[in-house]
């Protein structure tokens, strides 16, 4: 053995240990792996899409509002509405308290303080307003009534006396809360969600397959002419059959409401005219709620096939245009609009994939919404 052996131990570089493989159990990739966004995230406000709005509809207290206000409130709380008006900014109010017009939005103005008899828990008249000794005036009662409510009118009288003596006129003997609130346990009425003479008029000039459509639908013809309908594919079909070549129009509508409903809709007919309009019916018969996402029109790639018809639809920035499309294969017109259609009822929403992953909402839109939020 040499002597120098040792010494080239000594001089020798040191050799690092080899770094144990360790298995990563957080179901979360390392921040060197994950995707980065592809597109950096524009903000509304940068477009030019809000507006500084709550000076208008949110004004602060005047001092006249003040010394109102003071007449009807003590000073503790006079102090606690002057605390509440400094806590919440008015352009949080003007940004996020808008009216929502998406289809899961409430079809009339609510502020949900106060209960609905139909749509909320019932409100029925309590048991005590029962009168079982209840019964109907005669006509000499009645006439007493008209009598002594004529002694009592002034001499500048109008209409208005009248139609308040007529809203306020009892018409039975007993307690007053059993003839104008009496205990019940049918059902409350419906709304009416238009007025009669209105549907009367709409009923004037409806076609038979537009009624059919308004009865399956329970779309209103005002409804129903607001919807965008476009035809988008006319064919020209002729069937071979024993009788000879019977030839027939092939049409494919496209119908929505530009608020997330969409639907396409096929018929074919030897009249021209009437297969049009049934492609029509059919597009507003088979409109289905499209998933959007902070307004876009897709919030992520996805992809349909319809046949030999491959297309792939991919999202680009917000603003005018956040849409491109390729379409691959065969390009026939009638399998395209299928496809797409397809590809937009099969986006997946962002909160059901962060709950398929075990996330928070706000990670799944930064890693793979282009999101800071």
Do not use: C
Not at 280 to 302: C, H, L, Q, S, W
């Amino acid at each position: 053995m040499s002597s120098s052996h040792p010494f080239l131990h000594l001089f020798a570089k040191p050799v690092a240990p080899s770094r144990l493989l360790r298995r990563s159990f957080h179901p979360s990739k390392s921040l060197n792996v994950r995707p980065k966004p592809k597109y950096k995230s524009i903000k509304a406000s940068e477009l030019g899409l809000v507006n500084s709005t709550a000076s208008r509809h949110f004004p602060p207290y005047s001092e006249a509002d003040r010394e109102a206000l003071a007449e009807m409130y003590s000073p503790a709380q006079m102090a606690a509405i002057q605390a509440g008006e400094e806590a919440i900014d008015p352009e949080d109010l003007a940004i996020q308290g808008a009216l929502r017009e998406d289809t899961m939005g409430l079809g009339y103005m609510d502020d949900l303080s106060q209960i609905h008899p139909v749509v909320d828990k019932p409100v029925r008249a309590p048991d005590s307003n029962h009168d079982p000794k209840l019964r109907l005036k005669d006509g000499e009662e009645l006439a007493d009534d008209i009598v002594n409510w004529v002694q009592k009118l002034p001499e500048d009288a109008s209409g208005e006396e009248w139609t308040e003596f007529e809203d306020n006129l009892r018409l039975t003997v007993g307690k007053e809360e059993a003839e104008f609130n009496p205990p019940s346990s049918l059902a409350p009425e419906l709304p009416q969600m238009y007025k009669p003479q209105d549907s009367a008029k709409e009923n004037t000039a409806i076609s038979p397959a537009m009624r059919k459509v308004m009865l399956q639908t329970g779309f209103t013809s005002s409804d129903i002419a607001r919807f965008r309908v476009k035809l988008l594919v006319t064919r020209r079909v002729v069937n071979q059959t024993k009788l000879g070549k019977i030839q027939s129009q092939y049409f494919l509508s496209v119908a929505g409401n530009g608020k997330g409903m969409l639907g396409l809709g096929e018929a074919k007919s030897s009249e021209m005219q009437g297969a049009k309009e049934m492609s029509y019916m059919n597009a507003i018969k088979n409109m289905k709620p499209i998933p959007r996402y902070e307004e876009r029109t897709i919030f992520g790639d996805v992809r349909g096939k319809v046949g030999a018809t491959e297309l792939e639809l991919m999202t680009r920035p917000p603003g005018i245009a956040d849409l491109a499309a390729r379409v691959t294969r065969a390009r026939n017109p009638m399998n395209t609009v299928k496809a797409t259609m397809q590809a937009l009822l099969s986006q997946q929403l962002p909160e059901d994939l962060a709950r398929a992953r075990g996330k928070k909402l706000v990670d799944v839109r930064r890693v793979y919404y282009s999101g800071n939020t």
